[in-house]
C-alpha cells in the first residue's frame, strides 16, 4: 500500500480524518480523489491501495476511518457481489466505507449498501459532494447522493400506484415517527437516543416496532418508503 502520511483517529478529536483510497479498477480517479481530499483542512488521504491482490492484507493494516471502495467483486464477475465492501466490513467493523459506482447494475445503491457501505458517490459525483460524503458518513450518516434521490424518488413515487401507499404508518406512536424519521436520513441509534433523551435501547426497541409494523428489514427500505410517503424531503439528506 502506498502509505502518504501518518495520522490521528477521527475528525472530532483535534485531527484530520484519515481516509484510504481503495480504487485500483479505475487508478486515474485516486489523483482527482486525492486533490479534492487533501484541499480540506479537515482530513487527508492517508494511503492508496495500489493492487486487487494486496487488498486485503492493506485493508486489515489501515488506519483510516474513512475507506472509499469500488463496489466490483474479487471475481469480476460483475457488480452484484460486491465482496470488496462486505471484506472491509468483517475487517473493520468501526471503519466508515464509501462506496463508489461502477458499470452495470441500476441497483448498485442498495445492494452497497446491503453489504455494508455507509455511503454510496455515483460517477458523477462533484468534488463538494465527495467532501459532503466524507463528513457525513463520519457523522455516522448514511450519505445518499442526489442523482440517486432523484431516481428514488422517480422510480418509488412517481410511478407507484396510489394502493401502495396504503400501509400501517397511522399505528405508528408519535416516539416511533420520530425515530422512524431520524433513522430515515442516517441516523445511528445512538444519536438518535441522544437527542431524544432516552436509552440507547430504547431506540433499539422502538426502531424494532417501527421495522415490524411497517414491513421493511433494512435501512435501505426504510429510506425508500420514507421518501415514497412523502416522510422526509429530498434536503433532508
Excluded at 101 to 116: M, N, T
Excluded at 195 to 216: C, D, P
Amino acid at each position: 500500500m502506498r502509505m502518504l502520511r501518518s495520522n490521528g483517529h477521527g475528525p472530532g478529536n483535534g485531527t484530520k480524518l484519515g481516509v484510504l483510497l481503495a480504487i485500483f479498477e479505475f487508478p486515474m480517479l485516486n489523483a482527482g480523489l486525492r486533490d479534492v481530499i487533501d484541499a480540506e483542512p479537515d482530513m487527508e488521504v492517508i494511503g492508496e491501495v495500489e493492487s486487487r491482490e494486496t487488498f486485503r492484507d492493506e485493508i486489515e493494516r489501515t488506519i483510516a476511518d474513512v475507506v472509499i471502495a469500488e463496489c466490483l467483486p474479487f471475481d469480476r464477475s460483475g457488480c452484484t457481489p460486491f465482496q470488496s465492501i462486505e471484506s472491509i466490513r468483517a475487517a473493520k467493523p468501526t471503519t466508515k466505507i464509501l462506496a463508489l459506482e461502477c458499470r452495470g447494475s441500476s441497483e448498485q445503491f442498495s445492494l452497497a449498501i446491503k453489504a455494508g457501505a455507509d455511503g454510496f458517490l455515483t460517477r458523477e459525483a462533484q468534488a463538494a459532494d465527495v467532501v459532503t460524503a466524507l463528513r457525513s458518513v463520519a457523522r455516522g450518516q448514511t450519505y445518499v447522493s442526489p442523482a440517486i434521490v432523484t431516481k428514488m424518488v422517480n422510480t418509488y413515487v412517481l410511478k407507484s400506484p396510489r394502493g401502495m401507499l396504503e400501509d400501517r404508518y397511522e399505528d405508528l406512536s408519535e416516539r416511533e415517527r420520530e425515530v422512524m424519521l431520524l433513522a430515515a436520513i442516517g441516523h445511528t441509534n445512538r444519536e438518535i437516543a441522544r437527542t431524544l433523551h432516552l436509552a440507547e435501547q430504547t431506540i433499539h426497541n422502538y426502531r424494532a416496532n417501527v421495522m415490524e409494523k411497517l414491513g421493511l428489514h433494512d435501512r435501505v427500505e426504510l429510506l425508500k418508503y420514507a421518501i415514497r410517503r412523502g416522510i422526509i424531503d429530498v434536503a433532508d439528506l
